[in-house]
């Protein structure tokens, strides 16, 4: 099934950062389909070093140039709205069973 490619977000301050899912990404489930929700992710390219991202790292030496493989739904949730939320941009469903919001 084809999947076009969701188009990059960018937060409020600034921040961007590309996140996909699908067969050919490094998600989970490993799956392609518009409406799937997933629980982890796979997040490329990050504007700027994120601390929240960092042991997801595939390459430490290129931190805003690799892709971040199977970074978990609530951490991509933390990772927006610590940048202010995200005003433009696509990310997949998540599936957010087992995230609890700090209050």
Same mark, same amino acid.
């Given at each position: 099934? /084809?999947?076009?490619?969701?188009?990059? =977000?960018?937060?409020?301050?600034? /921040?961007?950062?590309? @996140?996909?899912?699908?067969?050919?990404?490094?998600?989970?489930?490993?799956?392609?389909?518009?409406?799937?929700?997933? +629980?982890? @992710?796979?997040? #490329? /390219?990050?504007?700027?070093?994120?601390? &929240? &991202?960092?042991? /997801?790292?595939?390459?430490?030496?290129?931190? +805003? #140039? +690799?892709?971040?493989?199977?970074?978990?739904?609530? =951490? =991509?949730?933390?990772?927006?709205?610590?940048?202010? #939320?995200?005003?433009?941009?696509?990310?997949?469903?998540?599936?957010? +069973?087992?995230?609890?919001?700090?209050?």
């Amino acid at each position: 099934m /084809f999947q076009p490619r969701r188009m990059s =977000v960018v937060c409020k301050d600034g /921040f961007a950062m590309s @996140v996909q899912a699908s067969e050919y990404h490094y998600c989970s489930p490993r799956i392609s389909g518009l409406g799937q929700p997933y +629980t982890s @992710v796979e997040i #490329g /390219f990050p504007s700027e070093l994120e601390d &929240l &991202l960092i042991e /997801f790292a595939e390459d430490m030496d290129e931190p +805003t #140039g +690799t892709v971040y493989p199977y970074v978990p739904a609530d =951490v =991509v949730i933390a990772v927006i709205e610590k940048h202010g #939320g995200m005003i433009e941009g696509q990310i997949p469903e998540l599936d957010l +069973t087992n995230y609890e919001e700090e209050e």
